[in-house]
Nanobody, 122 residues
Framework: QVQLVESGGGLVQAGTSLRLSCTAS????????MGWFRQAPGKAREIVAAISRNGGNTIYADSVQDRFTISRDNAWNTVYLQMNMLKPENTAVYYC???????????????WGQGTQVTVSS
């Protein structure tokens, strides 16, 4: 089992930045690709970004490309999501998740955190 705990969410104004963190425990962190997903009220959960086990490859949703950056520190068992130039439409619960191989599909992730709320006011 892998336990994932997100932190860093909050209420911010549009145009500002926020960094989310997700710390893992229970298994070898570097064995897993990691992803950030989000779910807005009334909408399906969707991929935001994902990163391979060694950090060499990344995936981004088109809507966040060039504004959000995913990174990881395997020494600290942590994956980050730096979010810049936030928009009201970025408001959602953000989840981190882990799986063996890199990919964008929500259904293929095995481990999930409890989520952290991000609210962007206009």
């Amino acid at each position: 089992q892998v336990q994932l705990v997100e932190s860093g969410g909050g209420l911010v104004q549009a145009g500002t930045s926020l960094r989310l963190s997700c710390t893992a425990s229970g298994r070898t962190f570097s064995d897993y690709a990691m992803g950030w997903f989000r779910q807005a009220p009334g909408k399906a959960r969707e991929i935001v970004a994902a990163i391979s086990r060694n950090g060499g490859n990344t995936i981004y949703a088109d809507s966040v490309q060039d504004r959000f950056t995913i990174s990881r520190d395997n020494a600290w068992n942590t994956v980050y999501l730096q979010m810049n130039m936030l928009k009201p439409e970025n408001t959602a619960v953000y989840y981190c998740a882990g799986r063996r191989g890199l990919g964008p599909s929500t259904s293929e992730y095995d481990y999930w955190g409890q989520g952290t709320q991000v609210t962007v006011s206009s």
